[in-house]
């Protein structure tokens, strides 16, 4: 129940293309989801995050995509760049605690 | 500048030995936590504290041991018990609000053990 399985292990995409990160889950009480992004040899940043209270978020070229009912969100990295590519983590936790539990991660590549 | 700080940035580990990572903040973030990060699996969390004097153990607490004397300071040590210790540690903070959660961490830049 604690678990967030996040997909794909990773990802190869050109220039200018859409990017798109899958993770689910099964607890339900999970009610914040955050996204995070990390480069070689650097800890996480946190790129964007949302609550269950609404379908989407986007901040610049990055989208929040939240199915509550399916137990499921996803990260799109519209335009991508090259200097987007890193490792991207899900993660999620509930309001009764601090605690993350964070997906597998994503490793990105964006190719010129 | 704000931020956590994570030394040494690489540690080598004899058999036996134990050895501690030490992260300091300066956020005055209340929350203090420690993760373990192994390829493909993603970060786990090892122990955390909301609180001075306080901590808890995570998912993976066995074979560590950490202290939670001063608000700033989130030392973790890697004992002899952890038989595969090899990984990059991760430190991070966040506010915590007393019940509550759902406030961003922030993370340090790691530190890489290796076994000699």
């Known amino acids: 129940q604690q678990q967030v399985k996040q997909s794909p292990q990773s990802l190869i995409v050109q220039k200018g293309g859409i990017s798109i990160i899958n993770c689910a889950y099964e607890?339900?009480?999970?009610?914040?989801f955050p996204w995070y992004q990390q480069f070689p040899g650097k800890g996480p940043a946190l790129l964007i995050a949302?609550?269950?209270?609404?379908s989407e978020k986007k901040e610049g070229r990055f989208t929040i995509s939240f199915n509550k009912s399916a137990k499921q969100f996803s990260l799109h990295i519209m335009d991508s760049q090259p200097g987007d590519s890193a490792t991207y983590f899900c993660?999620?936790?509930?309001?009764?605690?601090?605690?993350?539990?964070f997906g597998e991660g994503t490793q990105l590549t964006v190719n010129p | 500048d704000g931020g956590i700080t994570q030394s040494p940035k690489y540690l080598f580990r004899k058999e036996g030995q134990n050895v501690t990572l030490s992260c300091e903040q300066n956020?005055?973030?209340?929350?203090m936590y420690w993760y373990r990060q192994d390829p493909g699996q993603g970060l786990r969390l090892i122990y955390y504290?909301?609180?001075?004097?306080?901590?808890q153990k995570g998912d993976i607490a066995e074979g560590y041991s950490v202290s939670r004397e001063k608000k700033e300071s989130f030392p973790l040590t890697v004992t002899s018990a952890q038989k595969n210790p090899t990984a990059f540690y991760l430190c991070?903070?966040?506010?915590?609000?007393?019940?509550?959660?759902?406030?961003?961490?922030?993370f340090g830049d790691g530190t890489r053990l290796s076994i000699l």
């Open positions: 607890n339900t009480a999970f009610d914040y």
């Open positions: 956020l005055n973030h209340d929350a």
């Open positions: 504290s909301q609180i001075v004097n306080d901590f």
């Open positions: 993660a999620a936790s509930w309001t009764s605690g601090s605690r993350l539990t």
């Open positions: 991070a903070s966040s506010i915590h609000i007393g019940g509550g959660g759902n406030q961003p961490q922030h």
């Open positions: 949302i609550r269950p209270d609404v």
